[in-house]
């Protein structure tokens, strides 16, 4: 079965990227894009964009309603990208999300439409699946190996710290490490933030350098003896596999899924 895609935010980093791939896979077909300053125009006729000949739309209904259209691909900002979802289950088409910034609540009120409509959907604010991989060895890692510091790198444009990757990771951990204080009882912060965020008695810590584009190290201590998980993305093609799997899976799916974690097995 032909898939068929319409992907908003096709100028940016990740938008240009899912174009490419979407447009080379045989099992998808993009119909259309999404750009709120090029409404009308042909993507051939937009700088930026891949030389395609399909139309662009300003409008989601107005695209929803002229081209066929079964998932929503959605690589803009949170706050558009709510937006863009909400309408996309008012016209039974799946989103397939990696913006990210979506607040607690927001999940939350967008898998109740989900479950209402019984439509798939995924949020995934890490489509790498190597990413995805760390973080399940450092869950398996973390039963054994308890006193765990979590450093993770990103480019020095990103506004959120410490990386939705970071957080995942110390909340999967915590779900299996045995609770406790890592460090000295006693050790002091000469310069405030010195030792990273406390997370569970764990600590992250945040890089922001221009170069960087998305990199976590997992570090566990023992006796006698350290463990380094390391995953870095180079470039935004290491996206890519994660956004096909979401847009093939999403179709056999009738509620949300928040994380590609939760798809991998
Ligand atoms: P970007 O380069 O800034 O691209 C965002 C694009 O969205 C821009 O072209 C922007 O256009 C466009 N846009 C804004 N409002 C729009 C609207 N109403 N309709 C259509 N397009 C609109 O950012 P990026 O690096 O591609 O990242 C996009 C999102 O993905 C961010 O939330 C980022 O954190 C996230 N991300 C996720 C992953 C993952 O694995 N899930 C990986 C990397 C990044 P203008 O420039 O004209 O405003």
């Known amino acids: 079965?032909?898939?068929?895609?319409?992907?908003?935010?096709?100028?940016?980093?990740m938008g240009r990227e899912a174009v490419k791939m979407v447009d080379k896979e045989l099992g998808?077909?993009?119909?259309a894009v999404v750009d709120h300053k090029y409404n009308g125009f042909r993507m051939k006729d937009v700088?930026?964009?891949?030389?395609?000949?399909?139309?662009?739309?300003?409008d989601m209904e107005a695209c929803f309603q002229q081209v066929s259209c079964?998932?929503?691909?959605?690589?803009?900002?949170?706050?558009?990208?709510?937006?863009?979802?909400?309408?996309?289950?008012?016209?039974?088409?799946r989103p397939v999300v990696g913006t990210t910034g979506f607040t607690d609540v927001d999940i939350e009120e967008l898998s109740a439409i989900a479950e209402e409509k019984k439509l798939g959907a995924i949020i995934?604010?890490?489509?790498?699946?190597g990413a995805i991989l760390l973080m399940k060895f450092s869950r398996m890692a973390a039963k054994y190996m308890s006193d765990v510091e979590i450093i993770e790198q990103h480019h020095d444009r990103k506004l959120d710290a410490p990386s939705g990757t970071a957080v995942k990771?110390?909340?999967l951990i915590a779900e299996v490490r045995d609770p406790k204080k890592q460090g000295h009882p006693e050790e002091v912060e000469k310069l405030a933030g010195a030792r990273g965020a406390d997370y569970d008695g764990m600590r992250i810590h945040s890089v922001r350098l221009p170069g960087l584009?998305?990199?976590q190290e997992v570090l566990f201590g023992g006796e006698g003896q350290s463990l380094k998980l390391r995953h870095d993305s180079f470039n935004r093609t290491s996206f890519m596999p994660g956004v096909k799997l979401a847009c093939e899976t999403v179709m056999e799916l009738g509620v949300l899924v928040y994380g590609l974690e939760e798809i991998i097995e």
């Open 47 to 58: 700088e930026g964009m891949e030389p395609l000949d399909l139309p662009v739309y300003e």
């Open 213 to 215: 584009v998305a990199h």
């Open 124 to 129: 995934a604010p890490n489509f790498a699946i």
């Open 70 to 93: 079964d998932v929503l691909i959605d690589l803009t900002t949170p706050e558009v990208g709510k937006k863009h979802m909400l309408t996309a289950f008012e016209y039974g088409v």
């Open 169 to 171: 990771t110390a909340q």
């Open 28 to 31: 998808f077909q993009l119909t």
């Open 1 to 13: 079965m032909m898939i068929k895609i319409v992907i908003a935010g096709p100028r940016g980093n």
